[in-house]
Every structure is written in structure tokens, then in C-alpha cells.
T-cell receptor, first 114, second 115 residues
Framework: ETGVTQTPRHLVMGMTNKKSLKCEQHLGHNAMYWYKQSAKKPLELMFVYSLEERVENNSVPSRFSPECPNSSHLFLHLHTLQPEDSALYLC?????????????FGQGTRLTVV | AQSVAQPEDQVNVAEGNPLTVKCTYSVSGNPYLFWYVQYPNRGLQFLLKYITGDNLVKGSYGFEAEFNKSQTSFHLKKPSALVSDSALYFCAVRDYRAAGNKLTFGGGTRVLVKP
């Protein structure tokens, strides 16, 4: 148990569906991240939120829409996805501005787009 | 820009033998370096980190890593590997100047420890 919880653990969705991934951290951190892990590119940083503001968006397609309503919660809204979006989506949190602290990861959501 | 390279996609080792997973980095300024392990269908678990000071860092599960500034390397080591160490290992560097202090990861190295 890392203190970062992701739900659901598994998700199968059609290309026309809309779904959301949820991440919650109980560590008191002020930065949260979304990573995509696939066979082709093991760990791609998608979004970075620091103090609830999005500070980085690594050229992620608009069919992925993040939301960070407070420092403990992070969402990834999905719509009209493509089969190549099937991957493990990992959420992480850390304490930004507090020195070289490590990031803590959730268990991930295994997404399959059919 | 910061980057991390893990030159080996896979490392095979017999149980009881020493295990080394290689990592080299490129970063301007002082590096903050990390190792993570990922077991099947799980998230990443923190193993150890280097900030400053002693070049040999000890971490979880008997792992250690040696920081070498002249070779810009941070290799992960374990004196005697276990079958349960079979997993995917990631090296990462943190850019403390970037907003949100993001981690940049290497491509990962799969370790297979055979009985």
C-alpha cells in the first residue's frame, strides 16, 4: 500500500464511450502525475499538476482530459479513445518544492479500448 | 534537458549470483537519481535514491546503487539475487528545477532470476 489509490483497476471501453479514471492520495502531497505505460513506450509522462494547477502537458491528445479538483484527487477523463490508447495508466504523487523526495505510485488502471 | 538510459532490455541471472542493472543519466546540475521496481500488474515501488554524500546508497530488499559522477552512472546492484527479484526495474532522474519536480524514467530493464 503506497498511499495512492487508483480506480478502477481494470476498464474495458468502446471507442465511443466516455469514462473517467480516478486517483486519490493520502500522503499530503502537493503534486500529482499521470503516466502512460505501454509496450512501445514504457513510461510516458502525460500530465503534471502542482498545487492543483496543470504545469505540464506532454502533447497529449485532447481525447484525454485531466482534472485536479484538489490536492488529493486527480482524474483522467477519457472520450472517443483509439485502440492504441490501450495501456496501463499510472498515477503518482510527490511533494514538490520539498527537496528530492520520491514519487509514490498507484497500482494503475489497465485500460483496454475495443 | 534531462535523460536516463538503461542499455539492457533484459538481464538474466542465476539465483544466488550478483545482480547488476545499468543506468546512465544526463542532467544539467546536480542529479537526483532513483530506482523503482515494478512487479506484474502492479504500480512502481520505490527502491532507493541518491541525493548527495556517500556514493553507495542502500535501499529496500537488499538492493544498493553506486553513483559514479565521472561516468554519469547509477547502477543498481544486489549481491545475491532471489527468484522473487524477477521484475521490471526503472531508473529515474528528477529535475528539481522543473515545475512539479517531475521524474524522467529510463526505458526499463526486465530482470529474470532463474532458480
Amino acid at each position: 500500500e503506497t498511499g495512492v489509490t487508483q480506480t478502477p483497476r481494470h476498464l474495458v471501453m468502446g471507442m465511443t464511450n466516455k469514462k473517467s479514471l480516478k486517483c486519490e492520495q493520502h500522503l499530503g502531497h502537493n503534486a500529482m502525475y499521470w503516466y502512460k505505460q505501454s509496450a512501445k513506450k514504457p513510461l510516458e509522462l502525460m500530465f503534471v499538476y502542482s498545487l492543483e494547477e496543470r504545469v505540464e502537458n506532454n502533447s497529449v491528445p485532447s481525447r484525454f482530459s485531466p482534472e485536479c479538483p484538489n490536492s488529493s484527487h486527480l482524474f483522467l477523463h477519457l472520450h472517443t479513445l483509439q485502440p492504441e490508447d490501450s495501456a496501463l495508466y499510472l498515477c503518482a504523487s510527490s511533494q514538490a518544492g520539498a527537496g528530492p523526495t520520491e514519487a509514490f505510485f498507484g497500482q494503475g488502471t489497465r485500460l483496454t479500448v475495443v | 534537458a534531462q535523460s536516463v538510459a538503461q542499455p539492457e532490455d533484459q538481464v538474466n541471472v542465476a539465483e544466488g549470483n550478483p545482480l547488476t542493472v545499468k543506468c546512465t543519466y544526463s542532467v544539467s546540475g546536480n542529479p537526483y537519481l532513483f530506482w523503482y521496481v515494478q512487479y506484474p500488474n502492479r504500480g512502481l515501488q520505490f527502491l532507493l535514491k541518491y541525493i548527495t554524500g556517500d556514493n553507495l546508497v542502500k535501499g529496500s530488499y537488499g538492493f544498493e546503487a553506486e553513483f559514479n559522477k565521472s561516468q554519469t552512472s547509477f547502477h543498481l546492484k544486489k549481491p545475491s539475487a532471489l527468484v522473487s527479484d524477477s521484475a521490471l526495474y526503472f531508473c529515474a532522474v528528477r529535475d528539481y528545477r522543473a515545475a512539479g519536480n517531475k521524474l524522467t524514467f529510463g526505458g526499463g530493464t526486465r530482470v529474470l532470476v532463474k532458480p
